[in-house]
Nanobody, 125 residues
Framework: QVQLVESGGGLVQAGGSLRLSCAAS????????MAWFRQGPGKEREFVAA????????NYADSLKDRFTISRDNAKNTLYLQMNSLEPEDTAVYYC??????????????????WGQGTQVTVSS
């Protein structure tokens, strides 16, 4: 079992930046690919970005890759999401997730095995 706890969300004005963190605990000796998803008000959960365990290979939603950067520090068991030039449309609960397949970095939520509780990001116009 792996526990994931997100932090770093909050209220920010349009054009601003935030960095989300996700701390993993529990069975962290295993190798997990990790990802961020988000769910805006009245919307379905959507893929944001993912990163593999070993080489840090990344995958992004096309609409976000120019503004968001995913990274990880395996020594600290922590995942990050740097979000720049935020827009009101980025308002959502952001979820951290981990896949036991440490190479999977795709956008399918069902492929991920562990989920955090989410952190709220609100972007005001």
């Amino acid at each position: 079992q792996v526990q994931l706890v997100e932090s770093g969300g909050g209220l920010v004005q349009a054009g601003g930046s935030l960095r989300l963190s996700c701390a993993a605990s529990g069975h962290t000796s295993s190798r997990y690919a990790m990802a961020w998803f988000r769910q805006g008000p009245g919307k379905e959960r959507e893929f944001v970005a993912a990163i593999s365990w070993r080489y840090g290979t990344t995958n992004y939603a096309d609409s976000l890759k120019d503004r968001f950067t995913i990274s990880r520090d395996n020594a600290k068991n922590t995942l990050y999401l740097q979000m720049n030039s935020l827009e009101p449309e980025d308002t959502a609960v952001y979820y951290c997730t981990a896949a036991t397949s440490y190479t999977y970095i795709g956008p399918t939520a069902d492929e991920y095995d562990y989920w955090g509780q989410g952190t709220q990001v609100t972007v005001s116009s």
